[in-house]
């Protein structure tokens, strides 16, 4: 076994506080198949095979279907497969938090994430303070806003741009950027290049700019949210172009997901949020490897 019952404890009370802030604010859990003919190809996530089906990388699409059937407020606590990943933050079966709500975009989603976190922390005992990678981190003070761009002028020897343009934006958001985020305060970056959009809307008032965010706390990338793009011909363009980088890549993207393009037409102007609960769990806990907090690693099985 990998975690203590401790942290199992620790884990489980976590899990019941963040259904019951949900329910609370008039959310609806809704469970979404696991196994799917087709999921959003993404160049940096690679799907597990399961026949000649998927196993979901993501509850997104399935989500966001629901929102289009007329749900407005809905999470998942749900597991996620990515073939690959596997480090001191990352497993291939993993534990995603995700929820989309109807009517608002990604700022007030910021402020909803930020709600949910801090509310969790109090109910569960752990307080506003935070003590993990040999800092102290407060979630009682206000928590930083700064543009992905100006990320990478504070912190990165390049700006965005170039880096975007040598291709080593990843490489130098994970070595340069990413370790200084959130060190003290919870910090969330946001507006990300159209480029890098994946399925956030562009702005109205710079097209250049997607309303897409990051939150790190610790260094650690907890959660990914977006004002959901809800233009089909947009939608299917940008997944044409990342299964073109796809298969440039040597791997076979998949077929496309129609049935989500189709009901794309229907989705209400929402936001949307994917946060990693085992991350999330290693914050709450201190604990600075992911194999801590589950309660069974792969090599354990």
Not at 228 to 235: F, I, R, S, V
Not at 284 to 299: Q, R
Request: charged share 25%.
């Amino acid at each position: 076994m990998a975690a203590s019952p401790k942290l199992l404890a620790l884990r489980a009370k976590l899990l019941q506080a963040v259904r019951q802030i949900f329910i609370e604010q008039g959310y609806l859990e809704v469970e979404t198949p696991v196994r799917l003919p087709s999921i959003a190809p993404e160049i940096h996530i690679e799907a597990l095979a399961s026949d000649e089906w998927y196993l979901q990388t993501s509850p997104e699409l399935c989500m966001k279907r629901l929102l289009a059937a007329g749900i407005p407020k809905i999470f998942q606590l749900c597991k996620c497969f990515r073939k690959n990943e596997r480090g001191a933050r990352h497993l291939p079966e993993l534990t995603l938090l995700e929820w989309y709500h109807a009517g608002i975009d990604y700022c007030s989603l910021m402020d909803e994430c930020e709600r949910l976190i801090r509310s969790a922390a109090e109910r569960i005992g752990i307080g506003c303070m935070l003590h993990w990678g040999g800092e102290t981190i407060s979630l009682a003070d206000q928590w930083e806003r700064i543009t992905l761009s100006e990320a990478f002028h504070k912190y990165a020897h390049i700006s965005l741009s170039a880096a975007i343009t040598a291709d080593r934006f990843e490489e130098i958001l994970v070595e340069q950027v990413e370790p200084n985020l959130g060190v003290q305060t919870p910090v969330f970056v946001y507006d990300y290049p159209a480029k890098l959009g994946s399925l956030a809307r562009l702005k109205k008032k710079n097209p250049a700019l997607a309303e897409r965010f990051e939150l790190y706390i610790g260094g650690i990338e907890l959660a990914n949210g977006f004002s959901e793009l809800t233009d089909e011909k947009e939608q299917r363009l940008r997944f044409e172009n990342e299964r073109t980088a796809i298969r440039e890549r040597g791997r076979e993207p998949g077929p496309v997901p129609e049935k989500f393009l189709a009901d794309l037409k229907n989705m209400p102007e929402a936001a949307g949020i994917a946060l990693g609960f085992d991350r999330l769990v290693m914050l709450f806990s201190g604990c600075e490897s992911i194999d801590e907090v589950v309660a069974f690693t792969p090599e354990e099985l």
